[in-house]
Structures are given as structure tokens and as C-alpha cells.
């Protein structure tokens, strides 16, 4: 079974309008990490935001914001104010923090295309 | 400093070639990894070094050989590699600590071109 899911491969987004990508996870380890990463054509991945699974609130990082919903086993990134250099790739993965055989593996999802139109 | 550095940006090599993909991080990060990402896929883990010592190896074939020569460095050494060995190969670091959940730092990676 996957263990992060991301169920859009592509969206168009006009600039100034907020998008949100989703993700869906799966894990029996009580204690776990989750990322976003954006990565541009360029190749290089660019850390976002973390959210851990023990954090009682949201996080948010300047424009960008998480909606974690543990019940729910999502985590959700919200991208207020597009702007037309968020047009990138952009990818949610976990990490495992109890389970000592996951080491520091970080497993990620499959992506969402983000295309922000002026 | 939150850089990560890889050389080349860019490789070609023939099947028969020997050549190495080199990182660096100045950040005094413990843990380093390389990935192999192929276009419009998410990464793939290749290898793991904790305090300089191999701790994963996700089954990579023996034509790709890691080696951690210090803290800062990171060598990808490539012999005898296949067409469809041809990816993006992504360097990252991160603090090390049992059970904390450090964000890894990514290098702009090599594009590898086998021919």
C-alpha cells in the first residue's frame, strides 16, 4: 500500500488565489514527521514546511500553510497569494520516526504539478 | 549557510565509463543521502550515511558506489551504468538525532545522461 498519497498530478491556479494540494498518508507509527518540499524545473527541492505528528497546531510558514487533519491521515498544503514563481512541482512525504528500520528514510508522494497563470 | 553543492550539473557518459558525482555541505549535518529521481517521479532513496558510516542501501545495484570520505563529503562513483540509469541524482543532508524529525536539505543534483 502507498504510504503518501497526492491525488492531483496537475493544477492551474491564478495568481493572487490560494491552492490547496492534498495529501493523504498511511503509517502505524504513532510518532511521524510530515513534509512539503517544491521543487521548480530546475531540479533542486526546496523545503516548505514541517509538521509533526504530536504538533497540536497547524504549522504555517509565511504564505504557506499546513491543514493536518490526523483522524483524517491528511495534510494538506495551502498556498495563499499565488504568486507566478510557485509554478513547480511540488511533493508531501513522511517520515517515520518509532519504526527504527525506516532509519531516515524519507518516503514521498507523487507529486502535484502547480501551473500559475497571470 | 543552508547550501548543499553538487558537481557536475550536468554528465554524460558511455556505458563503459568510470565517473563520480561529488556533494558537499557545510552545515555540519550528520546524515547524508543520494536519490535517483526520474522524470515526473518523486525521488528515490538510493543510499544513507550516518556519522560517515553506510547506513542504508535500498538495494541499489554494486555499479553505483557510495563513499563518505569526511562529514562534508559525498561521493557517487558510477562504472558500467545502463541507459536507464540515466536520472537526476539529488544529494541532501540532514541533522542526525534518533527519533527527531530533521528536514533533509537538498542539492540542485546532477543530470546524468548515459549513453
Known amino acids: 500500500a502507498q504510504k503518501i498519497t497526492q491525488t492531483q498530478p496537475g493544477m492551474f491556479v491564478q495568481e493572487k488565489e490560494a491552492v490547496t494540494l492534498d495529501c493523504t498518508y498511511d503509517?502505524?507509527?504513532?510518532?511521524?514527521?510530515l513534509f512539503w518540499y517544491k521543487q521548480p524545473s530546475s531540479g533542486e527541492m526546496i523545503f516548505l514546511i514541517y509538521?509533526?505528528?504530536?504538533?497540536?497546531q497547524n504549522a504555517t510558514e509565511g504564505r504557506y500553510s499546513l491543514n493536518f487533519q490526523k483522524a483524517r491521515k491528511s495534510a494538506n498544503l495551502v498556498i495563499s497569494a499565488s504568486q507566478l514563481g510557485d509554478s513547480a512541482m511540488y511533493f508531501c512525504?513522511?517520515?517515520?520516526?518509532?519504526?527504527?528500520?525506516?532509519?531516515?528514510?524519507?518516503?514521498f508522494g507523487g507529486g502535484t504539478r502547480v501551473l500559475v497563470k497571470p | 549557510d543552508t547550501e548543499v553543492t553538487q558537481t557536475p550539473k550536468h554528465l554524460v557518459m558511455g556505458m563503459t565509463n568510470k565517473k563520480s558525482l561529488k556533494c558537499e555541505q557545510h552545515?555540519?549535518?550528520?546524515?547524508m543521502y543520494w536519490y535517483k529521481q526520474k522524470a515526473k517521479k518523486p525521488p528515490e532513496l538510493m543510499f544513507v550515511?550516518?556519522?560517515?558510516?553506510?547506513?542504508i542501501n535500498e538495494s541499489v545495484p554494486s555499479r553505483f558506489s557510495p563513499e563518505c570520505p569526511n562529514s562534508s563529503l559525498l561521493n557517487l562513483h558510477l562504472h558500467a551504468l545502463q541507459p536507464e540509469d540515466s536520472a537526476l541524482y539529488l544529494c541532501?543532508?540532514?541533522?542526525?538525532?534518533?527519533?527527531?524529525?530533521?528536514?533533509?536539505?537538498f542539492g540542485p543534483g546532477t543530470r546524468l545522461t548515459v549513453t
Open positions: 541532501a543532508s540532514s541533522q542526525e538525532e534518533t527519533g527527531a524529525p530533521y528536514e533533509q536539505y
Open positions: 503509517t502505524s507509527d504513532p510518532s511521524y514527521g
Open positions: 509538521q509533526g505528528s504530536y504538533d497540536q
Open positions: 512525504a513522511m517520515r517515520e520516526l518509532m519504526i527504527k528500520a525506516a532509519g531516515n528514510k524519507l518516503t
Open positions: 552545515m555540519g549535518h550528520r546524515a
Open positions: 550515511y550516518s556519522y560517515e558510516k553506510l547506513s
